[in-house]
């Protein structure tokens, strides 16, 4: 079955950085593009961005410059470095593919 497991997240200040990582299995990875989500206290769950299966990627305005989605295909993982981390970054960030997600890593940014 489709496994995805998300780690990397944590506290850290604003400005900072965080990498987070995704670990694929059950699916042919490099045939999928896959998804960064984030879900923030009280609000729905919103689209960070995206990679396909040949390495494009999009991002949403919010995060565009600071974000990058970059992924493993020999090692069936996806990644999301993000820079000059902002306190509205505070999220839950789920690593999505299809209609399946990962348990979500928390990230908080706080001085």
């Known amino acids: 079955q489709v496994q995805l497991v998300e780690s990397g997240g944590g506290l850290v200040q604003p400005g900072g950085s965080l990498r987070l990582s995704c670990a694929a299995s059950g699916f042919t990875f490099s045939s999928y593009g896959m998804s960064w989500y984030r879900q923030a206290p009280g609000k729905e769950r919103e689209l960070v961005g995206s990679?396909?299966?040949?390495?494009?990627?999009y991002y949403v305005d919010s995060v565009k410059g600071r974000f990058t989605i970059s992924r493993d295909s020999a090692k069936k993982m996806v990644y999301l470095q993000m820079n000059s981390l902002k306190p509205e970054d505070t999220a839950v960030y789920y690593c999505?593919?299809?209609?399946?997600w990962g348990q979500g890593t928390q990230v908080t940014v706080s001085s």
């Open positions: 990679i396909s299966s040949g390495g494009s990627t």
């Open positions: 999505n593919v299809q209609i399946h």
